[in-house]
């Protein structure tokens, strides 16, 4: 299903493949590896296992755009019925505001009396 509002996950892997900007801070530009905003060093070690994390980010991102793209919707049909089902029922609102008196039976129920034998 094709929506015209952009996912957040483009954005989110967008930011993921830019390796100019700073995943530490997320202002910051990379110049060799450093970042002038907060000082982080990604030129070595620590900026390999950066991006490595970054590149598996990237992919569970996509996994799971793939399996919200299979998750069943409504149809605007089944939607509109259930609409119309939902305003033909009784209103619980309306049940809730009656008065007890009407709720209550029209005749109290006679007291159960014992048995002769059992006096």
Do not use: Y
Not at 26 to 44: D, F, V
Not at 74 to 92: F, N
Request: aromatic fraction near 2%; charge should be neutral; charged fraction near 15%.
């Amino acid at each position: 299903m094709t929506t015209t509002t952009e996912h957040w996950s483009h954005s989110a892997i967008a930011q993921l493949r830019d390796t100019t900007l700073c995943p530490v801070c997320t202002e910051g530009r990379l110049a060799n590896g450093r970042c002038p905003q907060c000082g982080a060093n990604l030129a070595g070690r620590a900026g390999a296992h950066v991006w490595a994390a970054s590149s598996r980010a990237e992919l569970a991102i996509n996994s799971l755009r793939i399996e919200l793209e299979r998750v069943p919707r409504a149809t605007e049909t089944s939607v509109a019925r259930a609409a119309r089902a939902a305003d033909s029922a009784p209103s619980a609102a309306a049940e809730a505001s009656a008065p007890v008196d009407a709720l209550a039976p029209a005749t109290a129920p006679a007291p159960a009396t014992a048995p002769a034998s059992a006096v």
